[in-house]
C-alpha cells in the first residue's frame, strides 16, 4: 500500500475509517494489541468487529457525523475501540486525561460539548458532575462491567447486521473533525485544536509512507490525549505493528519488563525517561532497539552521548521536533546529523524563522528565531477565533512559539519556548489553570505560577503567591488545594513561595522570569539566614569553648564547669 502515490492513496481511501477497515480485513488472524499488564492479546478481526459493533449501537443511539465523543481512559484493550467506532462514523475524538478531575473536565467539556464519553469508573463521579454543572446532555459509558457500561450500551443498542454489511459513514471531509486535541498553543492558555479529517488523513499518510517501519512489533506508552496516542492507535493497525500497551500506567518497573519480555527494535522516548533508563542500565536490555526517536522536551546533549556510547555503534538514536497544532513532526530527524539537532523540513512543510520581535526573517545560521510553520496543521482553535487568528501569520503560517536555529546545512536546532508552558515529566502543565486554582483560596490576594528547572522532571512548578491582608495561609494549604483540584501531574512539587508583589510588565513572559528570580531570590535569602544563624552559633559555642577552657585551666581541671561533661551537642532543623 505504502507503495503507491499519495495522491492515490487519498483518491482511494476518502477518510481514516475507510483506511483502518480495508487494513484491517487484509491480515485478520494478525494480532493487533497486547496488554503487557494481563498478557491479553486480540486479533484485527477482533478488534474491527467489536469496533463495528458499536458504531452500529451508537448510530442506534442516535449519534449523527460531527457529534464529539470524548474518551479517557488506560491503555487497556478496550480504550480503542470507541476510537475506531467513532473514525468510522465521522465523531470527531475528543482524547481526555485519565487523570483529569472535575475542574479540568468542565474546561475540556465546556469547549468540546460531548454529546457521549468513555471514562474509567473511577472517573465516573467527576465525569457527571462536569457534564451536570455545564447542562450538557452526555451519555457517560464505563469500560468497567455494571451499570452504565460499555457492554450495557452493546446490549441495549445491538443492531443484528451481519459485519459485512456494515457500512462506513459517508460525511464532508472538509467539514467534519477527526480530532479535538487539548493544548496550550503559543499563548499558555488552554485550548481544543480541531482537526479536519481530509488534513489528518493526509498527515497519517505522509507520516507513515516517509518513516521507516522497524518490526511488527511497537511500544504504545502514550495517553490517548497525546498526538503519539493518537498516531499509534491508527499507525500500528495499518502498518501491520502489534501495538504493545498496558493497563498499568506510571510504573517504570513495568515499563522495564515491557522492554526485556517483548523487545521493540524501536522506541519513542521523553528526555525524562532516557536519564531513568541510563539510571537502571544494569536492569534494562536495550540492545533490541535498532532506533530511537527522542522527543517530547529539550535534550540533553551529554545524556544523548552517553547513551551512543553504552548502546550498539548501529543503532540510530534521532531527536524529535514538532507539536499538537502540526498533528506531530514538522522537521525530520537527521541520522547523521549533529547530536542536538532535530532534523530538516519534514515532506509537506513551508518553515522559516523570524525575529521575534519584528517577524522580519532570518536566513543566517546560527540565529535565534521564532519557527513558523506553513502546511498540514489545525484548522481553529474551537470556539476561539481570537487565539485562532493570532496563531497564524497574514500568508498563512503558524507561529509555533519556539525559538530555534540552523546551521549552514539546514540542520534545525531546538533551543527554548517563547511560551510559558510548564514541563514536568513530559506533561504540558498550564501556569494559569493553577492559578486560577489558587485564587479560589480566600486567603490568596494575587498568584503567580511559574516553573523551576529539574534535572529529572524537566520542571518543576512554583507558586509565587502575594497573601491578603491578615491572612495566614500556608504553604502547605496551597499545596493541599492544588492536589485536591487538579491531577498529580500539576502539583506545586517546586513549593510555595509568599511575596509582597509580583512584577508587571508588558509581557507575560517577563513577568513569569522575574517570578522565578524571586523565587530564588527567596530561597538564597533563607538559605543565607540559615547558614548565617548557623556560623553565628557555631563562632558563639567556639569562644565559649575558649572561655571554658581558660577556665578549667586557671581552676586546675576539676569537676566544676563544663570540663567533666561530654561536649555540648548543637542540633535544629530550619524550615522555609
Request: hydrophobic share 40%.
Amino acid at each position: 500500500m505504502m507503495n503507491q502515490s499519495l495522491q492515490s492513496l487519498l483518491s482511494e481511501y476518502s477518510h481514516i475509517g475507510h483506511l483502518f477497515v480495508d487494513c484491517m480485513r487484509r491480515n485478520p488472524d494478525f494480532t493487533c494489541q497486547i496488554d503487557a499488564a494481563t498478557g491479553q492479546e486480540e486479533t484485527n478481526a477482533s478488534v474491527l468487529s467489536r469496533s463495528i459493533r458499536l458504531a452500529q449501537a451508537l448510530r442506534k443511539f442516535g449519534l449523527r457525523p460531527g457529534d464529539v465523543l470524548a474518551l479517557g481512559g488506560n491503555n487497556h484493550l478496550d480504550l480503542h475501540i470507541p476510537y475506531y467506532a467513532a473514525l468510522l462514523n465521522g465523531y470527531p475524538i475528543a482524547g481526555v486525561d485519565p487523570l483529569f478531575k472535575y475542574s479540568e473536565l468542565r474546561s475540556l467539556f465546556k469547549i468540546t460539548q460531548p454529546k457521549i464519553a468513555f471514562c474509567q469508573r473511577t472517573s465516573l463521579e467527576e465525569y457527571e458532575r462536569a457534564a451536570h454543572d455545564l447542562g450538557l446532555d452526555m451519555k457517560i459509558v464505563t469500560f468497567e462491567e455494571g451499570e452504565g457500561s460499555m457492554k450495557e450500551l452493546l446490549s441495549t443498542y445491538d443492531i443484528i447486521e451481519p459485519e459485512a454489511e456494515f457500512k462506513i459513514a459517508k460525511f464532508d471531509v472538509d467539514k467534519v473533525y477527526a480530532f479535538l486535541i487539548s493544548t496550550s498553543g503559543t499563548t499558555g492558555f488552554p485550548k481544543v485544536a480541531a482537526f479536519k479529517h481530509r488534513i489528518t488523513m493526509e498527515k497519517f499518510l505522509t507520516f507513515m509512507k516517509y518513516s521507516n517501519k522497524m518490526s511488527t512489533i511497537g511500544l504504545n506508552l502514550s495517553p490517548v490525549q497525546w498526538i503519539s496516542g493518537i498516531f499509534n492507535a491508527v499507525a500500528m493497525p495499518i502498518s501491520s505493528q502489534t501495538k504493545v500497551q498496558t493497563s498499568r500506567p506510571d510504573d517504570i518497573d513495568h515499563l522495564i519488563e515491557m522492554i526485556n519480555k517483548y523487545k521493540p527494535p524501536s522506541m519513542f522516548m521523553s528526555p525524562a525517561l532516557m536519564l531513568v533508563l541510563l539510571r537502571r542500565w544494569d536492569e534494562v536490555d536495550l540492545s533490541c532497539l535498532k532506533e530511537i526517536l527522542i522527543t517530547g522536551a529539550k535534550t540533553n546533549v551529554a545524556a544523548i552521548n552517553e547513551l551512543r556510547g553504552r548502546l550498539h555503534k548501529n543503532t540510530n538514536i534521532k531527536e524529535a521536533y514538532g507539536m499538537t497544532e502540526t498533528l506531530g513532526p514538522v522537521l525530520t530527524p537527521n541520522v547523521n546529523g549533529p547530536v542536538g539537532s532535530c532534523g530538516k523540513p519534514t515532506h509537506g512543510y513551508a518553515i522559516k524563522l523570524v525575529d521575534p520581535d519584528t517577524g522580519s526573517e532570518i536566513k543566517e545560521p546560527y540565529q535565534n528565531g521564532e519557527l513558523l510553520a506553513k502546511g498540514l496543521c489545525f484548522t481553529e482553535y474551537l470556539g476561539n477565533p481570537e487565539e485562532t487568528r493570532k496563531s497564524f501569520t497574514e500568508d498563512g503560517y503558524f507561529k509555533t512559539g519556539d525559538l530555534l536555529y540552523r546551521d549552514e546545512k539546514d540542520n534545525y536546532f531546538f533551543v527554548d519556548r517563547i511560551k510559558m508552558l510548564i514541563k514536568f515529566r513530559n506533561v504540558h502543565v498550564v501556569p494559569s489553570e493553577l492559578e486560577e486554582v489558587i485564587l479560589q483560596h480566600h486567603g490568596v490576594l494575587d498568584v503567580c505560577v511559574t516553573s523551576i528547572p529539574h534535572p529529572d522532571d524537566d520542571e518543576h512548578p512554583v507558586a509565587c503567591v502575594i497573601r491578603k491582608p491578615d491572612s495566614i495561609v500556608t504553604a502547605q494549604e496551597i499545596k493541599e488545594l492544588v492536589s485536591n483540584h487538579l491531577s498529580k501531574n500539576k502539583v506545586l512539587c517546586g513549593g510555595v513561595v509568599f511575596v509582597d508583589k509580583l512584577p508587571m510588565t508588558s509581557s507575560d513572559f517577563s513577568t513569569k522570569a522575574k517570578s522565578c528570580w524571586i523565587y530564588f531570590e527567596q530561597l538564597t535569602y533563607f538559605v543565607f539566614e540559615i547558614l548565617t544563624k548557623m556560623l553565628k552559633t557555631v563562632f558563639i559555642l567556639a569562644i565559649v569553648a575558649m572561655l571554658v577552657g581558660e577556665s578549667i585551666q586557671q581552676g586546675g581541671g576539676g569537676q566544676g564547669g563544663m570540663g567533666g561533661g561530654p561536649p555540648p551537642k548543637f542540633g535544629g532543623m530550619y524550615t522555609f
